[in-house]
């Protein structure tokens, strides 16, 4: 079965850089999440949407942005990045219909170092 | 707010039974989540129950759900060297985003 895809899965940056981090959702599915895991902890949220509308935000920096395109992709703009933003991102993909549709079904996640 | 809570580390040896558990505090949560994570990999869906159920059994995998408490625990029978993960529990917001809200993560080793 198809999962979700993010690319890059690895990105290095300088500080200061800005880094776009990709996700195709499950084909279907028309609910993308954002997580950020740092080393050695759990995934916090950070932005959803659900048919291309902003559904909620947590602790998304005020230097990132996210958007989701007409075919349901999702993308992580990052910028002004600090040496505290390396961490794993995770994208994750749900039908987003109530219920057990809403179970989120993870990508492989983008690792992203800044030097 | 949520805040979901774990042990840290669970040693089992290899074909005993694992309980890994869990703690939550928003009672309006309506679904509860596991899932598995290998070192330096995605976050893989185990299983799942609904807050009116208080048991689930698939496969080798049993959710035992005490709403009253607000206790979750997930176990593993016959633990393999597979097994060897970290075991994430998750509660979904009741509101209308669905976010899920991450317990610390269970570092489970399987010893031969």
């Known amino acids: 079965a198809a999962g979700v895809i993010q690319s890059p899965r690895h990105l290095i940056k300088e500080k200061r850089e800005t880094a776009t981090l990709k996700c195709y959702p499950i084909?279907?599915?028309?609910?993308v999440y954002w997580y950020q895991q740092g080393p050695g902890q759990d995934p916090q949220f950070l932005i959803s949407?659900?048919?291309?509308?902003?559904?909620d935000k947590g602790s998304i920096p005020d230097r990132f942005s996210a958007q989701q395109f007409s075919d349901y992709h999702s993308e992580l703009n990052m910028s002004s990045l600090e040496l505290g933003d390396s961490a794993l991102y995770f994208c994750?993909?749900?039908?987003?219909?109530?219920?057990?549709?809403?179970?989120?079904?993870f990508g492989p996640g983008t690792r992203l170092t800044v030097l | 707010g949520e805040d979901v809570e774990q042990s840290l580390f669970l040693s089992v040896r290899e074909g005993d039974s694992s309980v890994i558990n869990c703690t939550y505090t928003?009672?309006?949560?309506?679904?509860l989540y596991w899932y598995k994570q290998e070192p330096g990999a995605g976050l893989q869906l185990l299983t799942y129950?609904?807050?009116?159920?208080d048991m689930k059994q698939d496969q080798r995998l049993t959710v035992l759900l005490n709403k009253k408490d607000k206790h979750l625990s997930l176990r593993i029978a016959d633990t393999q060297t597979g097994d060897s993960a970290i075991y994430f529990c998750?509660?979904?917001?009741?509101?209308?985003?669905?976010?899920?809200?991450f317990g610390s993560g269970t570092q489970l080793t399987v010893l031969p």
């Open positions: 994750a993909s749900s039908l987003g219909r109530g219920g057990e549709a809403d179970t989120q079904y």
């Open positions: 084909p279907r599915h028309d609910t």
């Open positions: 949407f659900y048919e291309k509308m902003q559904s």
């Open positions: 928003d009672s309006s949560s309506t679904y």
């Open positions: 129950i609904f807050s009116n159920m």
């Open positions: 998750a509660e979904q917001s009741s509101g209308s985003a669905r976010q899920l809200t």
